[in-house]
C-alpha cells in the first residue's frame, strides 16, 4: 500500500536530522538563569528530586507528593528561582502506571528573570496533595478542577467544590475510564435548591 | 457623549488628586496605598444583603455569575461561579487528531478565534518539531494582529455600553465590520475561521487582500483617535475610570492576571517580546505600558496596543516574504490544496493525514502566547500516534473571573460593572 510509505513518518536521514535540529534548539533554549535555578534545586533538595528532565526545552522536576508543598514553596521564594507566578496547576492520569496513575503538574513563571519551570508530582487514586493556595491564590480553581476532574482531593482547600460541571454530576470526566459520551443519559439533571 | 473636556483639565485635576510632589509613575508601594485609599472596608456587623449578579446580567457579558455579598452598596464578598458553557473541550481534545482540533480551540475565545487557533499550532508545532515557512510566520501574524483589533474594539464598545452610553456600542461595531471583513476575505469565515494549521495556514492571502487591508489599517488609527476623542476625555467615563479596581502587579502574579491588565499595573511583560513567536521578533513594535493599574489605564494600554497592532501588520505586509504558505513536512501538516487533485503524493498525503492524523513523537510541551486579553497556554503530553493523551488550555479568562473577589471587594456595585468589563472575561474562554 502507498501509505506504508507515510506510517513510518521520515526516512532515518531526515529524522536523524530533524532529531539534531531538535537537540541543537534544546540545548541553546535552556536560559542561563533557568541552569542557575536547576542547580540551585538540586543543591536544596538532592535526592528528594526524583526524576530530571530536560525536552523541548522545557525543564521537568518530578517530586514525590510529600514535598510537595516545600519544593513548591521554595521555588517560589528563593531569590534565584523566584517563580512568582503559577501559569497552570493541572492533572493527569496515566492509567499504565499501576499504583500512581495521578499526576498533577505545575507549570511555574518568573516575572523576574523570565525562565519557566514544571513540577510534577504522582499519586495513587484520589491521593491527597496539600493545596497551594497560599502560595498563589490563583491555584484555587486550578485546583477545584482538577479536583472535579481527576478526584484529587486538596487538602486545605478553602472552596473544594464543582467548578465547570453541575453539582450533582458524578464521576471525573477527564479520567481516561470515563467515556466520551457521559453517565447519564440524554438528560441534563440540574436541582441547585438551596445549593447557591 | 459629547460631554468631552480638555486633557489639561484633566491632568490637572489628576494632579489634584495626588500630592504635588508625587512623581507622575506612581511604584508598587504608591499603588497600594491607592487602592487602600480607594477601597471602602466597612464593619461587616451590619446587615448584609446577599444578591446574585448573573448568569444572565447584561453586564457580564455571558453567563458568568458572581454572588454578592454587600453592606448598603460596598461589596463585602463575592463569589464567582463559572461553569454554565462548559464544554469539555479537553476531553473532546484527546478524542481527536492534532487537526481536528483546531475547530474546537475557536470555540473558546470566540472574539480572538485565530489567536486561540495560533496557540494550539504553536504547542502541537513545538511538539513535532515543524518548522513554518516565512511566509506562513507573516501571514499569521497579521491575522492574529487583526484578531487584537477585532479584540479590542469589540472591548471598547461593550466596556463603554456598560458604563451606560449605547452610541459608542454601534459606533465600534461598525469599525469592528472592517476587521470582519478582512477575516472574511482571508478566511471565508468571520468569527470561527480555523485559519492556522499545523505547519502554516490554510490559504494564501487572497487578491486585493493587501490593498484592503492597508486601507483598514489607514483607516484605524483615525477611528482610534476619534475614540480616545470621545472616551478618553470624557467627564463620565474618567470619573467612573479613573483610581477604580486598583490593581498592583504583585497582585496580578498572585492571580495570574495577565495581558493588558498587567501591563496597565507598570509591567512591560508581553511574550510577543519576551518568548517571540511567529514573526514578531522580525518587527519593531512597543509594549504598552501604563502606570496607575486602574479602570482608566486599562482602556488606555488597549488603545496604544490598537495603534501598535496596525504598526505591525503594516510592517508585515511590507516585508510580507515569498514562497509556501504551508510546511512540506508530509508526516505532519496537510498538503497545499491545490496540490491534492493534481499530485498523486499530495494526494496520498492528504488522505493520511486526514483519516490518520499527523504522527507526533512522544513527550510533553507547554508553550504560552501573548492572545488579545492575556496569556494563553497550551498543555500537551503525547503518548505518539495522532491524539494528543491529555490537552490543557490556560485560558486567561479563567484566571480573569478568578480574580474578581480580589478585584474588587471594598468597591461599589456600579464600579463592579466597569472592573469586570475592563479585564475582558470571555466566557467561552473561561468555562473551556
Redesign the interface.
Known sequence: MSSARFVRPSPPAGSSAKKDRTTARTATSLAPTLATAAAKLRRRFGARLLEEKESFGELTFVIAPGDWMRVLAFCKTAPDLAFDQLDCLMGDHLPERADTPFAVLAHLTSHVHGHRLRVKTFLAEGGPLPTVTGLWPSAGFDERETWEMFGIVFQDHPDLRRLLTAEDFRGFPLRKDFPLEGNVGGRVRTDLRGKI | MNDAIDSATIHAREADSTSPDTPPRPNVEQLRERKARTRQHLETGGDIMTI?MGPQHPSTHGVFQM?LDLDGEVIVDLRP???NL?R?V???CE?RTYHQIIPLTDRLDYNSAFAMNHGFCEAAE??M?VEVPPRARYIRTIAHELSRLANHILWLGVHIMDLGTQTFFVICFRDREYVLDLFEMLTGARLTHSFARIGGVAKDLPDGFEQRCRKVIEFLPKRIAEYERIVKHNRIYYKRAKNVGIFTSEDC????VTGPTLRAAG?A?DLRK?EPYAAYDEVDFEVAVEYNADVYDRFLVRMKEMRESCKIIRQCLDGLPGGPYLARD???SLPVKRDVLRDSAAM??D??QVF?GP?APK????R?IEVPKG?M?V?I?SEGGAKP??V?F?TPS??H???MP?LSIGETVPDLVAIFASVDVVLGDC??
Open positions: 446574585s454572588v461561579e463559572i461553569g462548559h469539555g479537553e476531553k473532546l478524542h513545538k511538539l518539531g502574579y498572585a492571580w495570574r509591567v511583560r519576551d508530509a508526516a505532519h496520498i498525503q488522505f493520511y490518520q504522527q513527550g510533553e510541551v507547554y504560552a496569556e497556554g498543555y503530553r493523551a491529555r490543557r490556560t479563567f484566571y473571573g478568578q480574580a480580589a468555562d473551556k
